[in-house]
């Protein structure tokens, strides 16, 4: 499972860099429509930090010194999945509101 937990974290990191590097080159040139972060709207964004959540939970809970189960590890990444998506639409919500 440290497998499945490092390969999603490093590929949701890369579309995070994507994410934030294009926003600033599309803001920077003028070309809005280009924005990935626009173009994959609140859902992509919500993956994208899903998918982060769920890698560091995963390895946090993996790597932990106490003996935990591979189930209890799953538990733990899907929880902290679960709370990244929550995290990421409080932040665009509150990001919308100003």
């Not at 934030?20 to 609140?42: H, K, N, Q, Y």
């Not at 932990?64 to 799953?74: E, G, I, K, N, Q």
Request: net charge positive; no cysteine.
């Amino acid at each position: 499972m440290v497998k499945a937990y490092a390969t999603t974290l490093i590929l949701a990191l890369v579309a995070l860099a994507v994410v934030i590097i294009g926003g600033l080159l599309a803001t920077s040139t003028g070309r809005d429509r280009i924005d990935p972060g626009e173009r994959i709207g609140v859902g992509g964004k919500a993956v994208i930090g899903a998918a982060i959540g769920f890698g560091m939970g995963g390895l946090s809970a993996e790597f932990s010194p106490l003996a935990l189960d591979w189930t209890v590890s799953l538990i733990i990444a899907v929880v902290a999945a679960a709370l990244a998506v929550v995290w990421v639409r409080l932040a665009v919500r509150q990001a919308e509101d100003r």
